[in-house]
């Protein structure tokens, strides 16, 4: 059972489009992937094509077995289930984290975890074996909480594996630029990779799709496969 855990710095850094088009990456390769919204404002149905009226997820029911109902498929097979509209619920996200190692068809089943900006990285229940992508932007506000974020970490009283990758670059901008050389000769834990700014992902959204299955030859698609590629490869490393 692989677990990956992708969440925002900050708010608004891209982390639902990531896990979205990650999910559909990694099945492209026959994998069985999960995807476990646990983000109120993250949407990841909207990518996934769930209907816009659809409100429901597992924040609006007392028990995660009686929220399993609420799990749906995608046309490419990814299995993933909403957070739902209930702002207060019995229902925790450490209790739907847990539980879903009921669900898992095989030992290498994948789940990711679209996670909230606001909740801090150590209250997530992580064991040694999971992944942290914690997603940033090349700008100076990600700068900032990205050495806050290190310093938390030296901190922490458990370990996992705590990546920072950079999400929308664009390369024609100089202080991007400079940022992302900075960061990849300075900065420890940065993922060897980064997702390059492409408007067909906003493109592919509106239609309540992936930008790798919406244009499976542009610069999102090789990059998300690029991700998938080295996930399978850092999982393979802890077997």
């Known amino acids: ?66 929220a399993s109902c609420q799990f749906h498929q995608d046309n490419d097979g990814i299995k993933f289930l909403p957070y739902g509209s209930a702002s207060l619920t019995n229902l925790n996200f450490t209790s739907v984290i847990e539980s879903c190692e009921q669900l898992k068809e095989s ?20 064991s040694e074996d999971d992944i942290f992508l914690e997603i940033v932007n ?43 050389q900075l960061w990849q000769s300075e900065l420890p834990l940065l993922a060897p990779l980064y997702i390059n700014q492409d408007e067909v992902i906003k493109e592919a959204t509106a239609f309540r799709n992936v930008a790798i299955n919406c244009a499976p030859y542009s610069v999102a698609n090789d990059d998300f496969e690029t991700l998938a590629g080295w996930l ?8």
């Open 138 to 180: 090349c700008d100076a506000i990600c700068h900032s909480f990205i050495y806050k974020r290190l310093n938390s970490l030296k901190h922490a009283t458990s370990s996992w594996q705590h990546y920072f990758l950079i999400n929308r670059f664009n390369s024609a901008s100089e202080l991007e630029s400079d940022l992302l």
């Open 1 to 66: 059972m692989n677990r990956v855990f992708v969440k925002g710095i900050k708010g608004g850094t891209g982390t639902t489009s990531v896990v979205a088009n990650l999910a559909c990456a990694l099945r492209k390769s026959n994998e069985n992937v999960y995807v476990i919204d646990l983000d109120p404002k993250g949407d990841v149905g909207l990518h996934l094509g769930l209907s816009w009226e659809h409100q429901l997820g597992w924040s609006d029911y007392s028990s995660f077995h009686a």
């Open 232 to 239: 399978v490869s850092r999982a393979s490393n802890n077997d």
């Open 107 to 126: 030992e290498n089943a994948w789940f990711l975890f679209d996670c909230p900006a606001h909740i801090d990285v150590s209250d997530y229940p992580i």
